[in-house]
């Protein structure tokens, strides 16, 4: 079984740019949520989508947005960037449903605002 | 919002000590979970923790979910080299379809050989 992807591992970009993240979930998983990780913060929940609608919110400005499609596969979008922005961003996926289980996390991608 | 207190920061220890990591909230969660680190890899999950009390091993980790909710903690015995990483306590809050992960600052393990 193909765990979950992220691309891509690696990004530069400049500030006042935007940039789109892509996460394929393991097949069958209809949940997806994503993380910013930094040294500083540590892993921070941005939000989590299932079946195409996002279920949970965390406390990140509206620039950070995402999406889910129907396959399950995740988007996530990040408007206006900033120096701060730049992190480790991961998603994770699960079954979904009531949000038993434990999540499995992609390898990320890392971010670099200059 | 919940915060979850994991300690040590970091760990240096020789092969074959036995390791011990736990974290603490002021906050109730109905589940906890321990990941591990290594580096530019995302989180693998090692143990997950459904019960309060449940004590639950993997290998040579053995973590349990305290009694009251608000704690859990992991130990690995006789480290290897390979448990090199950093270990992230995670808490879960809420039910049905609201839910989400809180996630300890880390356990930074390093392993003399």
């Known amino acids: 079984k193909a765990g979950v992807t992220q691309t891509p591992r690696y990004l530069i970009k400049t500030r006042g740019q935007q940039v789109t993240l892509s996460c394929s979930p393991i097949s069958g998983h209809r949940s997806v949520s994503w993380y910013q990780q930094t040294p500083g913060q540590g892993l921070q929940f941005l939000f989590e989508y299932f079946s195409e609608t996002q279920r949970n919110k965390g406390n990140f400005p509206g620039r950070f947005s995402g999406r889910q499609f129907s396959n399950s596969r995740s988007e996530m979008n990040v408007s206006t960037l900033e120096l701060g922005d730049s992190a480790l961003y991961l998603c994770?996926?699960?079954?979904?449903?009531?949000?038993?289980?434990?999540?499995?996390f992609g390898s990320g991608t890392r971010l670099t605002v200059v | 919002g919940q915060q979850l207190n994991q300690s040590p920061q970091s760990m240096f220890i020789q092969e074959g000590e036995d390791v011990s990591m736990n974290c603490t909230s002021s906050?109730?969660?109905?589940?906890w979970l321990w990941y591990k680190q290594e580096p530019g890899e995302g989180p693998v999950l090692l143990i997950a923790l459904y019960k309060a009390g449940e004590l639950t091993s993997n290998g040579r980790l053995t973590a349990q979910f305290g009694i009251t909710r608000k704690d859990s903690f992991l130990n690995i015995s006789a480290s290897i080299p390979s448990d090199v990483g950093i270990y992230f306590c995670?808490?879960?809050?809420?039910?049905?379809?609201?839910?989400?992960?809180?996630f300890g600052k880390g356990t930074l393990l390093t392993v003399n050989p």
């Open positions: 995670a808490g879960r809050s809420g039910g049905g379809s609201n839910y989400k992960l809180t």
């Open positions: 906050s109730i969660f109905n589940t």
């Open positions: 994770a996926s699960s079954p979904g449903g009531t949000g038993s289980g434990g999540y499995t």
